[in-house]
Nanobody
Framework: QAQLVESGGGLVQAGGSLRLSCTASVQTFNDYNVGWFRQAPGKEREFVATFTWSGGISYTESVKGRFTITRDNTKNTIYLQMNNLKPEDTAVYYC??????????WGQGTQVTVSS
């Protein structure tokens, strides 16, 4: 069973930045599609960003131009750089990896709180 360990969440003021990291204990990490999701209080989990094994990148509309997803295949690690954070970005952020279109493994989640 693979494990994904996240770090980097915290409390930040609106307009600030945070960088989330997620390290995955999987074989052949470079074969995996990776992504970030978030779940705000009282809401369903939603897609934030994805980085496919072939280099394709996509974002949900609300974070375009502010968030950047990257991956380091030599370290089995995914990053999410979040700039110009807004209170509506407050959520628990989860990383996920999968060999197909669905996630095979999830991280434990890290809290991001943006104060106004």
């Amino acid at each position: 069973q693979a494990q994904l360990v996240e770090s980097g969440g915290g409390l930040v003021q609106a307009g600030g930045s945070l960088r989330l990291s997620c390290t995955a204990s999987v074989q052949t990490f470079n074969d995996y599609n990776v992504g970030w999701f978030r779940q705000a209080p009282g809401k369903e989990r939603e897609f934030v960003a994805t980085f496919t094994w072939s280099g394709g990148i996509s974002y949900t509309e609300s974070v375009k131009g502010r968030f950047t997803i990257t991956r380091d295949n030599t370290k089995n690690t995914i990053y999410l750089q979040m700039n110009n954070l807004k209170p509506e970005d407050t959520a628990v952020y989860y990383c996920a990896v999968g060999l197909g279109s669905q996630a095979d493994y999830w991280g434990q989640g890290t809290q991001v709180t943006v104060s106004s």
